[in-house]
């Protein structure tokens, strides 16, 4: 487990200095990491892509059946991820909440963190760099049960056109937007019923699949454009645009509320912020994808403060009220992203948790809990191959034999 921080996230030594410090590797080795992590994230990606290929006939066969074993390949790409960040860019996830969340996140005795949020819920963060979701995908690997094979995300639709993990993508049944509500709306209404879908078990109870569905309300990430449209909106609308965060547009995530209303039952709100983002600046530009998994220039923490909200105590009767409540509560985001750019924490977990043994921030890394669940990325490919390998063998006898 990383060791604990000392210093603040606003503390950046010297106007040019990284937060994380000098690169940690050469121009060699930083070749050989940019290949390495090249080979075995394609290597991976194609692996679940084929074996997403070889189940989609199960579509034709049973639907139930087809969507268990695409939640499987999911669990794939989620422990793909993990290990990728576990392996390059490994760094410390600093956790804490509210009371409403005080007794779901806990320590387990091998240094990780646990998490017991429940099957169905619908999750809202701030969004700041694009590695969130990732962090957040781990959070589902976390949870007991672990739920990082039902997790769905909200997507601009250009990201459907990257090879390989684009169509990866929709098999995953992610819900691709063009940010035109007149076409979103039909493909939003399509893909909730699915995810509001009771079944019947054998023995006549009836069920909903698990479900975690992941929204970043702000639409995008922190920068400098999404800074600009923040203000300019605010302006328009005649409200305070926050500091820290983009002010959340409504639209969606009023929709997705009220289609999954009566399905779940909580709203959990995450609050992420990255160690080292000085005042004003953007995490995108501190954090790249190279300086993090190839120069070693890791966030020193990724910080979450999560929050938990009753969907019943959610005006979803009316959208300007709706549109209201969710300010609100992103203007207490801001409040908490003040708090942690001037002191470097987050909020601490509740005085009454503290007293019950636990810690005043959960400290952890992306890791997975056993070195060898990477080869679940790859074990429907191994078997498959085997058996095909059998079935040639055996039909090359068999030919022999009646020749």
Known sequence: MAAELEQPAAEVPGPTAHPSGREKHGRVVQALRTVSLAIYFLAGATAIHTTQLIGAPLYWVNREFYYAYMSLTKQSFGLLIATMTQWWGPTTIRI????????????????????????????????QI?????????????N???????????????????????????????????RKMAVD???????????????????????????????????????????NKSAKWAAKIGVKDPEHVLLPRSTGTYFCLNELK???????????AYEGVPRGKFGETVFTLAGTYVRGQTPKSVNFYWRRFCLADIPLDDQEKFELWLRERWYEKDALM??????????????????????????????????????????????????????????ARFLSNIS
């Open 338 to 395: 003040e708090q942690y750019i001037s002191t470097g924490r987050f909020p601490e977990n509740p005085v009454d948790a503290v007293t019950k043994g636990q810690q005043p921030f959960l400290e952890t890394e992306v890791r997975t809990r056993y070195p060898w669940e990477f080869l679940q990325i790859f074990s429907v490919i191994g078997v498959f191959g085997l058996v095909v390998n059998f079935i040639c063998k055996t039909w």
């Open 262 to 272: 009566g399905t779940v039952d909580y709203v959990y709100d995450c609050t992420v």
């Open 185 to 227: 709306q039909p493909r939003l209404a399509h893909r909730l019923g699915k995810l509001k879908t009771t079944h019947t078990a054998p023995d006549g109870k009836q069920y909903l699949d698990p479900m975690w569905l992941l929204l970043f309300p702000e639409g995008t990430n922190a920068s400098q454009n999404g800074r």
């Open 96 to 127: 804490s909440g509210d009371a409403s969340v005080a007794d779901q996140i806990r320590k387990t005795d091998d240094g990780l963190v646990e998490f017991s949020f429940p099957e169905r819920m619908v999750m809202i963060a701030n969004h």
């Open 144 to 178: 007991s049960p672990k739920m990082h094979g039902s997790l769905f995300i909200i997507l601009k639709e250009s990201l459907k056109y990257i090879p390989i993990v684009g169509p990866g993508m929709m098999f995953y049944g992610f819900i691709f937007m063009s």
């Open 130 to 142: 694009y590695t969130d979701w990732l962090y957040l995908w781990w959070v589902g690997y976390a």
